[in-house]
Structures are given as structure tokens and as C-alpha cells.
């Protein structure tokens, strides 16, 4: 196998390192709007922005995605209401999907996102969100690459 650039080896289990890129410029532009509408006398959007940047950068802490080869799970902690990391079975995956979103012929996200079975629904969670479709890409083909080695 070859180095990883976006997981981190531990015995069986690999984890996702933080992906800064696009959270980065979230929180940038919620602060930014912060501080614009400070100066423009706007207190309530000033803290409805300042709350909203904290509660992102609590989000983007909290996130884990954890590839656990030795009981074939995949791991995902995503987002603040969730108390705890949702379970996916590799054998109950259908289907790993990268998404695009455009707004007016620009693309504005891409997204990793993993359709699951649970419970005889079909359910859906977000991996990875990025601008440039290439690293969400590479996160794929990183995935791939760990569980085909793995399971040899």
C-alpha cells in the first residue's frame, strides 16, 4: 500500500485527518460577516454570526471518520446533536457517492457521501465536504485503496 495523505494508521484502523480547506473558509466568512455588520450597527446579526462560527468550529473538532478493518465498520461523528459516532457495517454500504453542488454554472461544494442499509431503510451521511472535486477524489480513491488491502 502506498502512504496515505489523508488517514492516519493504527493497527487495523485508519482515521480521517482533519480536512481544514472548506471549514476554513466557512468560519472565515461567518466572522467576516460578524465583523462587517459590527460596523454597520447590526448587533443582532453580529452574535447570530459569532455564535454561528463557534458552533462550526465545535463541529469540525468534533468530526471523526474512522475505517476500522478489524470488525469491517467504517465510524462517522458528524455535526453537534449527534451524541455518538454512527456504526456502518462495509457489508451494509450500497453505494459511496460524490456529489457536486453548483449554484448558476459554479461550483460551490463537492461532497463524499455514503448510502448505507440500516434496519431494511436505505440512509445516507456526508464523509467528506470540499471545493476542489480533486481531493474529495483522493479521499475516495485512498478509501478504496484501504479496504481492498485490507482484505486481502
Do not use: C
Not at 62 to 79: H, L, P
Not at 110 to 135: C, D, N, P, R
Amino acid at each position: 500500500m502506498t502512504t496515505l495523505k489523508h488517514f492516519t494508521k493504527d493497527g487495523n484502523t485508519y482515521a480521517m485527518k482533519p480536512q481544514y480547506g472548506f471549514n476554513i473558509v466557512l468560519i472565515a466568512g461567518l466572522f467576516g460577516l460578524a465583523f462587517v455588520s459590527h460596523y454597520t450597527a447590526l448587533p443582532i446579526l453580529m452574535w447570530i454570526m459569532l455564535a454561528l462560527g463557534i458552533l462550526s468550529i465545535l463541529a469540525i473538532v468534533t468530526k471523526k471518520v474512522i475505517i476500522d478493518m478489524r470488525n469491517t465498520t467504517i465510524s462517522i461523528k458528524a455535526g453537534l446533536l449527534r451524541p455518538a459516532a454512527r456504526i456502518i457495517p462495509i457489508d451494509n454500504i450500497v453505494n459511496l457517492e460524490f456529489r457536486t453542488v453548483s449554484f448558476n454554472a459554479i461550483r460551490t461544494s463537492t461532497e463524499l457521501v455514503v448510502y448505507y442499509q440500516e434496519k431494511g431503510k436505505e440512509k445516507s451521511m456526508i464523509i467528506v465536504q470540499a471545493f476542489a472535486a480533486s481531493a474529495v477524489q483522493n479521499i475516495i480513491n485512498e478509501m478504496e485503496e484501504i479496504m481492498e488491502y485490507d482484505q486481502r
